[in-house]
């Protein structure tokens, strides 16, 4: 019975985290279907949700929903602004110079935070209370139910909106075929403008909602960012409910692995199995080449 309680207790945690990664690796997927890009900077967003909405908490004495809101517009700005002046002005360059690039301005994100905010670890105040909820024996705090529900919302509206919504559907045009799409008038530069914006937007919400569980620091972004892409990679790029898969699988190995074998390698998991899927199944467990785009 104890231990029925503890693979309860993990899975659980698992899927909390995990649904942090899908919606990382959502971000990571919307910028590769609209550019091709591997935008490596996604983890600095997560980071920058938590530690500017720490900044108008604490220095601007504003309450939380507006200080998240707040600070998910500025996120979002900063997302806007890379992409208007280190991905658009380089029209001819390499996939791999537009990597290198992502990775400087990760780099770059992440000292000014440092210098704004100090190596210090923060924490952000729980939605609604610290009050633990009870679940076959397993414990569950409200946290939880926030992360779940404003993962699932997330995912939800994004398929609506590139399904539905002719803006969306111009976005996928083209991540399908980007001079294509621009013969027949859709402006490619805006649709890259908007999957930067999209993507920012996601990456910072992501680290708001998982602040109180885990905490924010000017570094937090590196870690969260390598598993979103993990997330990214084991669903598929191209495959939204594969993604979704993909995150809550890594999610709850990671915690089997942390409960039952060693804390110390909870995050060597996840690279393990990002290689054996890049070994074994490149394209991703649940993509195939029907499989429609994000």
């Known amino acids: 019975m104890e231990y029925s309680r503890?693979?309860?207790?993990?899975?659980?945690?698992?899927?909390?985290?995990?649904?942090?990664?899908?919606?990382?690796?959502?971000?990571?997927?919307?910028?590769?279907?609209?550019?091709?890009?591997?935008?490596?900077?996604?983890?600095?967003?997560?980071?920058?949700?938590?530690?500017?909405?720490?900044?108008?908490?604490?220095?601007?004495?504003?309450?939380?929903?507006?200080?998240?809101?707040?600070?998910?517009?500025?996120?979002?700005?900063?997302?806007?602004?890379?992409?208007?002046?280190?991905?658009?002005?380089?029209?001819?360059?390499?996939?791999?110079?537009?990597?290198?690039?992502?990775?400087?301005?990760?780099?770059?994100?992440?000292?000014?935070?440092?210098?704004?905010w100090g190596k210090d670890t923060h924490a952000l105040p729980s939605f609604s209370g610290n009050d633990p909820l009870y679940l076959a024996g397993a414990t569950l705090l409200p946290q939880h139910l926030w992360i779940f529900a404003i993962t699932l919302v997330t995912i939800i509206a994004s398929r609506l909106f590139f399904n539905y919504s002719i803006v969306g559907k111009a976005m996928r045009a083209c991540s399908y075929n980007r001079r294509a799409a621009s013969l027949v008038g859709i402006d490619v530069r805006k649709m890259v403008l908007l999957s930067f914006t999209i993507s920012s937007a996601m990456g910072s919400m992501a680290g708001i909602?998982?602040?109180?569980?885990?905490?924010?620091?000017?570094?937090v972004g590196i870690m969260l960012g390598l598993k979103g892409f993990c997330a990214a990679i084991i669903g598929g790029m191209s495959s939204g409910i594969g993604m979704v898969i993909g995150g809550l699988l890594l999610g709850i190995l990671e915690s089997l692995g942390a409960g039952l074998v060693s804390a110390s390698y909870k995050d060597a998991i996840a690279f393990i199995i990002l290689l054996v899927i890049l070994f074994v199944r490149p394209q991703g467990i649940f993509n195939t080449s029907e499989t429609e785009r994000v």
């Not at 920058?48 to 996120?75: D, E, K, Q, R, V």
């Not at 998982?210 to 570094?219: G, K, N, Q, R």
């Open 6 to 116: 503890q693979l309860i207790q993990y899975a659980l945690s698992g899927l909390s985290n995990g649904a942090i990664y899908a919606l990382i690796g959502f971000g990571f997927a919307i910028i590769y279907n609209a550019t091709g890009i591997i935008n490596f900077a996604q983890g600095e967003f997560v980071m920058l949700g938590g530690m500017l909405t720490l900044f108008f908490l604490t220095f601007m004495n504003m309450p939380l929903i507006p200080a998240a809101i707040l600070a998910i517009a500025a996120a979002t700005a900063v997302g806007i602004t890379f992409e208007r002046f280190a991905i658009r002005p380089l029209r001819k360059a390499t996939p791999l110079n537009l990597v290198i690039i992502t990775i400087g301005a990760s780099i770059l994100i992440r000292g000014v935070a440092m210098l704004i």
């Open 209 to 219: 909602i998982i602040a109180p569980l885990t905490m924010t620091s000017y570094d």
